[in-house]
């Protein structure tokens, strides 16, 4: 698949909007796909580099045998370092001994250590609205990885190589959470049972308890993870901007009368009822999205230069920041991003919209996009670049 995948490709033939409609949150869905689709995400030769050069401790990295975890001492070594402490090193014969006698490879986070998959985690951010975690497994037997269970987070699965067999089980509990009042019950037998082909997707609520079994070949997957808002988050949003309030700071009148009391959870009752505007969810996903973090993206050598940018117009700049917003009005143009609120002239809005598309803009491009001189462009992109939210190719 050329360039990076968005929501749009994932889960296709189904459009997005139906996807956000039928789909997310209430059940299971199998995309086909064509075999090969996604191989550049990840070749073999990218995920043998990231096993050679990259320090992964446990569990980021870690081996799993019929649910069960394979002690990490048995395929990997603390070396000692000249400044005291030690460094992980993975010994490649037994590490590979695992495999090969069915263990699954699960490595945690991978987006922080592939551009293109990395790139992949930013493009379905800014199209969910939340951050995405990226996990890797791989698998050459035929056993169990892992026993049927449910996540508590909703998960899109690309088989990137090879093939995994799914079995589908279904909820038993609404909306599971991490944190909750019980345990979802255990499930009965399948509800599905398929194999998911190179080039598939599968999308996995909350919940849905699962198991997958390999299918004594190779096979590779990749699983972003995804935790949409819930009215949990809400009210702890709500909470922290009640420390505003006098009537809620103060203490409860637990010594005083019936009476006393009464009057005390009326006051409180009101002011929250207050908060509770009709437009409450709005702000509340509003102020997530403005909150969330820039993507760490260090733009070496220029962005440790005086300059800051090339002196050449061909070079592509990357908004760091998926989930910003942008609110116009009074010939101004506002950008929330990174927990951070910049105030610019209105001239800067076509600049920064097609910023916030996400994808890489030619410095030249964004020049011809606004009415503003290509030295006032330049400094822009430079007091972005300054601030964290962009960077250098």
Known sequence: MPGTPT?????????????????????YRRFEGRAG???????????????????????RLRLALDGTPVPMESYTDLVPTRRSGTVPRLQAAPFTEHLRGGATMV???????????????RSLEHDLRESVQVNLYAGWGVTHGFDVHWDDHDAFIIQVAGRK???????????????????PERPGEPIDDFVLEDGDVLYVPRG???????????????????SPATGIDLVSWLADKLRASTAFRQDLPRFGT????????????????????TDVVDRFLAERDSAAPA???????????PGLLPDGDETEVRFLVPRAVLEEGDGRVTLLADGKRFVFAGAAAPLLKALLDGTPQAVKRLAELSELDRGTV????????????LSIG
């Open 7 to 27: 929501l749009a490709d994932l889960v296709a033939p189904l459009g997005v909007s139906q996807f956000f409609q039928d789909v997310q949150g209430e059940t």
């Open 37 to 59: 689709r996604f191989a550049d995400l990840l070749p073999w030769p990218a995920l043998n580099a990231i096993l050679r050069q990259h320090r992964l401790e446990f569990p």
């Open 107 to 121: 490595l945690d986070a991978i987006q922080e250590l592939s551009d293109p998959i990395g790139d992949l985690a």
């Open 165 to 183: 067999r799914w079995r589908m089980h279904g909820p038993t509990r609404p909306a599971p959470l991490h944190r909750d009042v019980e345990q």
């Open 208 to 226: 849905h308890w699962h198991d997958v079994t390999a299918v004594g070949e190779m096979s590779l997957h990749l699983t972003l993870g995804f």
């Open 258 to 277: 019936a009476e006393e009391r009464a009057a005390r959870a009326a006051a409180l009752r009101a002011e929250l009822e207050a908060t509770l505007t």
């Open 295 to 305: 993507h760490p993206r260090v733009g070496l050598p220029w962005a440790a230069t």
């Open 378 to 389: 330049r400094a822009f992109l430079g007091e972005l670049t300054t601030q964290g939210l």
